[in-house]
């Protein structure tokens, strides 16, 4: 009988060593974001790995936990950082709420980082203007499955939120190239009188649109530690600020704050 369960017990432990470690996905990206005559070109890290987001900038990280709810916007510089409620609730949450799109094939295909990818275009109408864009979506790039789960995921918890609009409809795979662009529109300031309103709308409209252009550079499969995902113990907590700190990108990326010269990508996602 020893035998036998011994015998059960190396059957078991020799399988589950064969099963695949659940593994996540890493992305290097470059951006060229530009308004008029002012241009900026950066840097940025996408990781993902199960129901959690980590992304990198050269001033920023943002890390998106969803089984906890939560989202961190860490400042390298001051090591500090906020933590808001995922979905957020009140004037944030409403402005995710009107982040959803849903995207149309393009009927173009591209070659990038060495994989193929399919052209989408989108659009929505968001609080500060309007948002078009092209991504190309790849099924085969490495990783692909894992960030296109938590896109879903991600898009599932703002509609159970009440937010049935926020997440839209996006295409599986991961996004390997972003051309989009923003066009400022009339904003609704609250408790700012008409008058003002309709002149600070009126210098907004004389503003050449911001627009990026994100590409893949190099993107891998790779087992992520839940250190990868932690905020460093060095890391002073801050309260959160007004609510006009926190922007959301349309299809559920989210930066904090926002960066001079236009919105990243979060993959953005």
Known sequence: MRKLAAALVAGMTLAMSALPA?????????????????????????????????????KHTIIVDLDKGMMYALDPNSKTYYEIEFPAKGQQGAMMSEA???????????DIAGYKCTDFDGGVRVLSGDYTVKECFSETAPGAEEFATFEKNMAAKLKSAGNPQAGGEIPGGVP????????MGNVNIPGMAPDQAAKFNEMMAKRPPVTNSTVVEKIEAKKLAEADFAIPSDYTKKDLPGAGSMTTKPGGGMKMPP???????PAAH
């Open 22 to 58: 659940a593994a996540g996905v890493v992305i290097t990206q470059k951006q060229h974001v530009s308004s008029g005559t002012n241009t900026r070109d950066s840097e940025q890290t996408i990781s993902v790995q199960g129901n959690k987001q980590k992304m990198v900038s050269e």
């Open 100 to 110: 959803g799109m849903n995207f149309k094939k393009a009927g173009t295909t591209r």
């Open 176 to 183: 390997l190239a972003q051309d989009s662009m923003m066009k």
């Open 259 to 265: 960066p001079p010269a236009g919105a990243p990508s």
